[in-house]
């Protein structure tokens, strides 16, 4: 869904270390749908704008290049909204991975009491 950016040699290409995942995966569409939403409400953005911005991120562009050569993209935003918009997309992925990691913790301990309970029905 989201277009890849061809780079040429005479454009700047840093990685950015906090991103070792994809925002963006097929099986999560819909939950990044409501992250750039909910980014652009907060910020008082366009949601294109956050889009661009998130997709631009995930293919390992900086910040500085982002602010200063994807003008045309992200609707001119500046180094401290995109910067703004990374922090958040970082902090609604983590959240999202302590939400998935009580819902397992939850399911299992649902499992375990299941299991002693009919344990304690079979004595």
Known sequence: MWSRISRTRDMPHHTIPYFSTP??????????????DLIATELALAPRQVQATAALLEE?????F???????MTGSLDEVAVTTIRDRLLQLAELDKRRETVLRSIADQVKLHSTNKHRDDVQ
């Open 23 to 36: 925002f963006f995966q097929e099986d999560a569409d819909a939950m990044n749908h409501t992250h750039i």
């Open 66 to 72: 982002i602010a200063r050569y994807r003008k045309e």
């Open 60 to 64: 390992d562009a900086t910040v500085p």
